[in-house]
């Protein structure tokens, strides 16, 4: 079987934006006076603004009303972009350029699979917009993951089929997503959290493109 495209998540994937989001949510959790740990940031890596805040709050026990709820996710996103002042090149996190080239190379198309609203924004920062050919994020899809509808998308858009596109993420509910939409899938993170992938990998540094290719399917999915 070929391999026809890659569809990266972004945050925790391309770049190591996962820990500003995780202190952002840190912080809006000390302002409402309980401590929002990194196990329960965990089950929020990968889902929309709005429905991580409404998980922070059920953490909290906190009940608020509607209006309280758009407040707290504009404070959060003022935390966040704050936070992305010095990003550049350097904060791509490793082996990321190295699979793009190589991707390219062998002519596989690449897309953007994220739940961020500030996608195209960190793109730009780290300079790397330009080689994803299709950007799907948290603008464009109505429905967060674990739906698979921002991976499908991205699909429909390159013009492949899910089953000979490989999903980078390192969410649990981005694999639930990729693994709905019938993508082979890659967790990128502890095998704790992300078990459920066709393979786990600490991170992209140090693997090729074809130890990826190997593992995932030992003998049927070349590039
Ligand atoms: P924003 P990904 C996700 O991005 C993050 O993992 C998640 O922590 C965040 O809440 C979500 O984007 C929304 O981000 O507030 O910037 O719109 O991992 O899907 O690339
Ligand atoms: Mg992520």
Redo the contacts with the bound molecule.
């Keep these: 079987m070929k391999l026809e495209a890659c569809i990266f998540?972004?945050?925790?994937?391309i770049v190591d934006?996962?820990g500003y989001?995780y202190l952002a949510w840190k912080r809006i959790g000390t302002e409402l006076g309980f401590d929002f740990t990194e196990e329960m940031n965990e089950t929020?890596?990968?889902?929309?603004?709005y429905d991580?805040l409404g998980k922070l709050l059920e953490f909290g026990n906190i009940t608020i009303s509607e209006e309280e709820k758009q407040r707290l996710c504009v404070v959060?996103?003022d935390y966040?972009l704050d936070s992305l002042s010095d990003m550049n090149h350097e904060n791509i996190l490793p082996g990321v350029v190295s699979l793009l080239d190589e991707l390219k190379e062998k002519n596989v198309k690449i897309a953007l699979?994220?739940?961020?609203?500030?996608?195209i924004k960190v793109l730009d920062l780290i300079g790397i917009k330009e080689r994803f050919e299709v950007i799907v994020d948290?603008n464009s899809v109505s429905r967060s993951?674990p739906d698979p509808e921002?991976f499908i998308k991205g699909a429909t858009e390159l013009g492949v089929s899910p089953a000979h596109t490989i999903v980078f993420e390192?969410?649990n509910k981005?694999l639930d997503a990729a693994i709905a939409g019938g993508f082979k899938t890659v967790g990128l993170g502890s095998p704790e959290h992300l078990g459920h992938a066709d393979i786990v990998l600490p991170g992209l540094g140090e693997v090729s493109l074809s130890d990826i290719l190997h593992q995932l399917t030992s003998t049927t999915m070349t590039a």
């Design positions: 998540d972004l945050d925790g994937v934006t996962a989001h929020m890596k990968g889902i929309s603004r991580s959060k996103n966040y699979g994220s739940a961020s609203k500030n996608a948290g993951k921002v390192d969410s981005g």
